[in-house]
Every structure is written in structure tokens, then in C-alpha cells.
């Protein structure tokens, strides 16, 4: 498997938009976590080889998870970003089975991770 590296990320302004792309060859899972100093990682999105997607919670309805994990790659879409969507954003990989590709389960390969800020 290769390595993983996230592209993206900046500052926005309550209510903006902004674009996250990953790669990752060789691997049929893959998704996005986010890291806030002080808080456990947050789960916000995955995807399968199949198709199949997850949101967190607090994410659901304004970020779209997109890509091809047989090609290595994965975008996150992220819109009507709030204050509290601010973190760090790791893009992970991983070969399981599709239906264990959600953020509920665990991943192995990590990307350093890129920094979204979102304030007035």
C-alpha cells in the first residue's frame, strides 16, 4: 500500500465552503477523521470500493464524501462550514471487508493531516 497525503484545507468564514482531496493507493477503505487539541478524534466521513458511504453525526446533510478507492482517491466536500467544524482533518485508509468501512471501525494508515479553520 502507499502512502497517505491530504491536499486543501484553509480558512473560510462561517457558512463558506472548502475542498479536501486525499490519495492512498491499495487500499479499499477510506475516509476522513478530524482532530480538536483536548477532544478524541471525530469520525466525519468514509468510503468503500463499492460505494457505500458514512457520516458523523454532525456532519451529515453539509460535507459529501467522494472518490474512487480503487484509483486512491478521496474528496470531502464540506459546506455551510461552523466555528466547531475547525480541527485538524486526517485523511486514513484501510483493507477490510466493505461493510467494515465505516468511521466505526478502526484505521491503519494515517495522512499528516491538514488544517481547516472556520471564524469570522
Known amino acids: 500500500q502507499g502512502q497517505v497525503e491530504e491536499s486543501g484545507g484553509g480558512s473560510v468564514q462561517p457558512g463558506g465552503s472548502l475542498r479536501l482531496s486525499c490519495t492512498a493507493a491499495g487500499y479499499n477503505c477510506m475516509a476522513w477523521f478530524r482532530q480538536v487539541p483536548g477532544k478524541e478524534r471525530e469520525g466525519v466521513a468514509s468510503?468503500?470500493?463499492?460505494?457505500?458511504?458514512d457520516y458523523g453525526d454532525s456532519v451529515q446533510g453539509r460535507f459529501i464524501i467522494s472518490g474512487d478507492t480503487n484509483k486512491g482517491t478521496l474528496r470531502l466536500q464540506m459546506n455551510n462550514l461552523k466555528p466547531e467544524d475547525s480541527g485538524v482533518y486526517h485523511c486514513a485508509a484501510v483493507n477490510r471487508r466493505w461493510a467494515e468501512c465505516s468511521i466505526r471501525h478502526d484505521y491503519s494508515a494515517w495522512g499528516q493531516g491538514t488544517q481547516v479553520t472556520v471564524s469570522a
Open positions: 468510503l468503500s470500493e463499492i460505494g457505500s458511504v
